[in-house]
């Protein structure tokens, strides 16, 4: 599968979606694609940087939590660009590898709080297309802190099927990353 919506090169972006690209890329560290594909619709780029500094910023719900949600939404939203790509965060981030190795038999592990596993649980449920368990939810998390879970998997949502739909290329680091929580045939 190939991207049918390329990403721009620095020179067709405009000088401040140029500066949202560098901080994007240092963010993440590496060159996103699918920075460069967003630039291409005037403001959206600047959109999305808001909404990502929004969801990531500190908050009530700790960023470990919030980085293992996006990642397996977006594995049960069938994304496997955002899905390399949040385990790379998670890897880079300095959050156990173990956790992430584990993330998919959550429910038999030890490494995972009761309240973890709720979110969890929410996060595959909001990925694969349903609206979650949101009583479950509310047994752990205060209505503000559902909330920011909310924000990171709508977050997600979008980026999910904007890089499914555009087939976005996947890079290489996020996908050397991907490939420590699943096989070279997964990967194909």
């Known amino acids: 599968m190939s991207a049918w919506l390329p990403p721009l090169s620095d020179t067709e972006l405009e000088p ?15 060159d ?17 940087a808001a909404l990502v500094d929004c969801c990531y910023r500190p908050g009530q719900i700790d960023v470990e939590l919030k980085r293992l949600v996006a990642h397996v939404s977006s594995r049960a939203a069938g994304c496997r660009y955002c899905e390399a790509h949040t385990a790379h965060g998670v890897l880079e981030s300095g959050i156990a590898p173990e956790r992430l190795e584990e993330v998919w038999t959550f429910e038999a592990s030890e490494r995972f709080t009761a309240a973890e596993k709720a979110a969890l649980r929410f ?8 609206s ?10 205060d209505v503000d ?8 998997l709508s977050l ?3 980026l999910n099927r904007w890089n ?19 096989t070279a045939g997964e990967l194909a």
């Open 16 to 30: 401040a979606d140029r500066e949202r690209v560098a901080a994007a890329t240092a963010f993440m560290g590496f």
């Open 32 to 48: 996103a694609n699918d920075v460069r594909t967003m630039a291409r619709v005037p403001g959206l780029l600047a959109a999305m």
């Open 123 to 130: 996060a595959v449920a909001v990925g694969a297309g349903g």
């Open 132 to 141: 979650g368990d949101a009583d479950e939810l509310r047994q752990y998390f």
């Open 145 to 152: 802190e559902a909330a920011e879970l909310l924000a990171i």
């Open 156 to 158: 997600f949502a979008f």
């Open 164 to 182: 499914r739909t555009a087939q976005t290329d996947l890079e290489a680091q996020p996908r050397a990353s991907l490939g420590a929580t699943r």
